[in-house]
């Protein structure tokens, strides 16, 4: 068994996504916190690096690459220390992916070169207001309809917390098209213009500044048929099965914030002096610090090993399920710790730990709650 799960071509992508984090993010990240976005720009010089591409098709403009190239590029993209921006400039690999696997040849070709480009920009929508997890019984509709010899879809109903929903270009939105509960439900890909779509302003959150995210409103849209993702009441299956690598992106943005955050408190440690010795000098802190460090590795491991079985092609709901769930209570323990270290600078908004500490509480409600998580591995348990 390989004592690594990274190799040389991975080593080629990290450096170059690091170099790209460092040319053109580090330097501005400051700014776009404080201003609550980001130039739309970066997608555009993100897909010129070939970044965006990580694990798309050649043929769709894509770079290729597995599971663990596009785990290098999030980990990188992290460094930067900005989960909203990470989270916004990803936004594309919960978006676009339905549209890859299940949508028509046409509607591949149409969209997804474009998003990969950086020219256009790809968000997905399926939580609603007061629908929380509740994906089975979402209550936007969607009605096939003939107008002016047109077959169309019209969409009524409202999304929220919705991830680039200020200017995703292209949303892929939940809807019911049948029935009550999981089978009722579909995939279809709402463009920008569309008739009767809207989006609110950025809501104010208490992490991810530079992410912007929006209520996105459905009043009588209309949406061309073709823009059905995969088959009419099948969506819920496909949005289940987006969630997998959601859930591992996700892991790994927890694991990253974590270990960003054990770095600024373990080097403050070192350099802070408190009853005349450094605080690492203290017994106390040591412990921590070094509760933190295994809490992070166990995290990490855990994480890289559901990552080589989906690479394997093992479907792992219960593992990545688990994996997100213990990646984010290290993480949640890991920001807590660290702010503790750093006293009353950690609470301070100059100090990089204060916006890990808010920037890690969304990572176990965002792409299914901690609950949720525990209820999948309880039903894969068979309880």
């Given at each position: ?250 892991a790994v943005m927890a694991n990253m ?123 894969q348990l068979g309880l």
């Amino acid at each position: 068994m390989p004592l690594s799960y990274f190799d040389e071509t991975h080593a080629i992508v990290r450096e170059s996504a690091r170099r790209f984090v460092a040319r053109e993010i580090k330097p501005y990240v400051e700014d776009w916190e404080a201003a609550g976005q980001f130039p739309r720009d970066l997608y555009r010089k993100a897909g010129e690096a070939g970044l965006l591409g990580i694990g798309y098709p050649e043929s769709l403009g894509g770079s290729e690459g597995g599971v663990f190239q596009k785990l290098v590029w999030v980990e990188e993209l992290m460094r930067a220390g900005s989960g909203g921006l990470a989270a916004s400039l990803g936004s594309l690999d919960i978006g676009l992916p339905p549209v890859v696997r299940f949508g028509s040849d046409a509607l591949r070709r149409r969209v997804v070169p474009e998003v990969l480009a950086g020219r256009k920009i790809s968000a997905l929508a399926i939580t609603e207001p007061g629908g929380g997890s509740d994906v089975a019984n979402l209550r936007t509709r969607a009605v096939r309809k003939t107008i002016d010899g047109r077959d169309v879809y019209v969409l009524n109903g409202a999304k929220t917390f919705i991830t680039s929903g200020t200017r995703a270009d292209y949303v892929t939105v939940a809807a019911r098209t049948g029935g009550e509960g999981h089978r009722g439900v579909s995939l279809i890909l709402v463009p920008r213009d569309a008739p009767g779509f809207s989006s609110g302003e950025p809501l104010r959150k208490m992490g991810w500044w530079a992410s912007d995210t929006a209520e996105l409103f459905f009043d009588e849209c209309i949406v061309p048929a073709e823009n059905l993702i995969g088959a009419e009441n099948d969506g819920f299956r496909l949005i289940m099965s987006n969630f997998q690598s959601e859930r591992l992106t996700l892991a790994v943005m927890a694991n990253m914030t974590g270990e960003l955050a054990f770095d600024c408190a373990r080097s403050y440690a070192q350099d802070r002096t408190a009853f005349g010795a450094p605080l690492t000098a203290h017994q106390t802190i040591r412990h921590k610090l070094s509760d933190m460090a295994t809490q992070l590795e166990a995290s990490r491991e855990f994480t890289y090993r559901c990552a080589a079985r989906m690479e394997a092609g093992e479907t792992i709901f219960k593992e990545i399920s688990m994996a997100k769930n213990v990646a984010t209570d290290m993480c949640d323990k890991v920001t807590f710790d660290a702010v503790q270290i750093f006293g009353g600078m950690g609470y301070m908004r100059e100090s990089s730990v204060e916006r890990l500490y808010r920037d890690a509480r969304i990572l176990s409600i965002g792409g299914g709650t901690r609950e949720i998580m525990n209820e999948i591995i309880a039903k894969q348990l068979g309880l």
